[in-house]
């Protein structure tokens, strides 16, 4: 059976930072803020798409090792046409990542949780492949906000890419069990309508007790 996430955003691709110019910029712009960056990082970007965030990344980092990981090679021939070409652009799944284990100081996903169907697994190859000290930044949907609430609603019924999107309480659980402890978790608006929420998780150095490693330390922010 053919990928619906796949066959969807084929034909999306050519059109897609025109048509979502506003919420891409939003929300890319809102991510960076949130990324622990040094100029010479290595970073993942998980459901890059047409390769928005690692365009902006590029411009500002220059010497950064930037890699992207998407399951729409339409929306990557976009991405490589906007891009330096230094970028490691690969075809793949968030639960079955094609590097090596502690390649990465940051992994990113921007907007792309919500079409996970097995986010556990996800996670825990997200940690994988980051280095100890290093971070996962997660932004989506925050289903506290009634607009994408009723929004998760209907694509549930009538979209069969979407999976789900969470409640702030509801992703930090998540979190938990996927064996993340020391986790960063604020959640905001983008517009009086739509908000988002961003996950900043770390891997403690020299841990060897989860995802996360160290006791539980979870900051909690909400921002109407």
Not at 126 to 139: E, K
């Amino acid at each position: 059976m053919a990928d619906p996430v796949v066959a969807e955003y084929a034909k999306a691709a050519e059109r897609y930072d025109e048509k979502w110019a506003f919420y891409v910029e939003a929300t890319t712009r809102e991510t960076l803020r949130r990324m622990p960056m040094t100029p010479g990082a290595r970073v993942l970007d998980v459901g890059c798409g047409t390769g928005e965030l690692l365009r902006r990344l590029r411009a500002k980092y220059p010497e950064a090792m930037l890699a992207g990981l998407d399951p729409v090679a339409e929306m990557l021939a976009v991405a490589k046409d906007k891009l330096s070409g230094k970028e490691d652009l690969r075809v793949g799944y968030a639960d079955s990542l094609p590097w090596q284990a502690a390649t990465f100081d940051v992994v990113v996903s921007c907007n792309m949780f919500h079409y996970i169907t097995h986010p556990i697994e996800a996670l825990h190859e997200m940690a994988r492949v980051l280095r100890p000290g290093g971070a996962i930044v997660l932004t989506d949907w925050c289903d506290d906000y009634l607009a994408c609430r009723l929004c998760n609603f209907y694509l549930r019924l009538t979209n069969r890419a979407f999976y789900k999107t969470y409640r702030q309480g509801e992703c930090l659980d998540l979190l938990h069990r996927a064996g993340f402890t020391e986790v960063k978790l604020e959640r905001y608006k983008i517009s009086w309508l739509w908000g988002l929420m961003t996950a900043v998780l770390t891997k403690k150095e020299g841990r060897r007790s989860g995802p996360g490693g160290g006791a539980l330390n979870s900051s909690v922010t909400r921002r109407a």
